[in-house]
């Protein structure tokens, strides 16, 4: 059996796919605690991976988190959502939090060149 | 054809059912422009009303507006979003957000009678 | 000469009249540092009392700050903005900000009596 | 062997007394996952009982997060704070999220009768 | 008679110059929006351009937005407000926002040659 | 008898090092309002420097201030703070503000040289 760990290093490569092993190595137990916490609630049921990104991608937009925000694009798209829905996305978050942040999360998306995409 | 004003008060009912009507009555102006841009994006096309208010839910959450988030929740039901699915979403914002307004969210959640629930 | 509480406190019941010394009374420490750094910042040149109030209540209505928005909201109208002009402050804080500390901040407007006002 | 959970809630009585088990018991899945992840991390060496709540005082003041800094407050008074040293950690704030959080924080402390205190 | 994107972009660069234009180029569909609250909202009659750049200038100085601060550094100069009143009005912000934000800000608003200016 | 301004750059120098001095003087009128205000509180008995640290480390980590917060790293290898400490301060911060700005916080620390290390 899979301890907590191994559990949510495999649901964080499944979801954030190479970015966030990149994120977890350097932090040390923070990225302990990271992996663990990571795998038990994206391991849960009631929501659909596409809907947990969605509601990640909005949050890390109006919160200004960009370093966050690039991997959760990339998670976006490893779960099914399309650069389209992502930036209808970003400008449903414009009633929430205002422009400034949808304006830099668009920027991000567009600077980045999602997995399948050719450059 | 109806205005924009006129478009987003219908997808203002739609969505918030009365507790928008009564959110937009005393707001004069800001009211107007409320409607207006509600209507002009939750009009649009490429994410689902149900992906719309995951999407809201979780930033009101972590922003602690909860005077909206409870207009919020209801529209979520609205939208066909249950109390666990909402629960669930509520949670997921610990990862991003911390325990602080996840707490906040899952405590409002829990004082409220749902559309459709028994008191 | 007067000292900066003193000079402090005299700029404090210029602009924010009685519900500043109220603010003050029950701080201690905190409010002996807040009124001389009060009375500093506001006794400067270069910004009129009415730009400093517009810049005031539009930080703390972003902010979500409603007990000292509530307080600012009479300093502005003791410095001469009158009600038109903070509900058109409030509803300029949509573009960056978002709808919900806007419609907060316009709620808390619509339910107080400013100075001159007959209830 | 204690499991996380065991652990967790013993710290969290250790740490908060009786308001933390408060909070806990209507969370349903959230306060599972917050037991655990509060002992996970409180129970950790490196920094004293008592810094911790220096930081989380701190941080919830600065946050405006008021439903858990009365939590701490009372948990500060259980792991060594006395009322003036919070009151100072309070006002230490004002440098790094201005007056408003501090005020409100202080305001809070000000209400609160702390375990060993006569009303 | 324009339409409300034609007078948003009217709008847009009388107040916020080329940097506006800039802005919005490169964000599609939220771009549009953008230009059409953009002129919705600055386009009204209630405060001045003066009145609603020192607004905006300090809500995004202490919400810590600076690729938009940048951008209204420039609008603030465009419709009358020198550098020493902007200045001024960073320095407001330490009451209500603290000190980062401040910092920040002027280190910004020191970083770049106004219209006008010889660098 | 020391002004404030002077006992607040001693204060500085004492706690920030050169990184304080150097902070402050580009700032004009803001440097000196924040040395002083800087002194005058730092300069408070009731909490060590070590605890003041141990409070500012955590509200810049949650408020994602890192340009004042690597500032503050050096100040808390001042004044005793270890880099094991000041991880897991960092790591303590995930409760409350969540892991966006904890993992910002860990790895500004990492790439960090602290006073008295080796590169």
Do not use: C, W
């Amino acid at each position: 059996m899979k301890n907590r760990y191994e559990f949510g290093m495999e649901m964080l490569k499944k979801v954030d796919g190479h970015a966030g092993e990149a994120v977890v190595a350097p932090l040390g137990d923070l990225g302990k605690i990271l992996v663990e916490t990571f795998g038990d609630i994206y391991g849960r049921e009631g929501l659909s991976l596409r809907e947990r990104e969605i509601a990640t991608i909005a949050m890390l937009t109006v919160m200004g988190r960009e370093t966050q925000l690039k991997v959760h694009i990339v998670a976006g798209s490893n779960v099914g959502l399309t650069r389209q829905e992502m930036e209808e996305l970003i400008i449903h978050t414009v009633l929430y939090g205002g422009f400034p942040t949808a304006i830099n999360g668009m920027n991000l998306l567009n600077s980045m060149t999602l997995p399948g995409e050719v450059k």
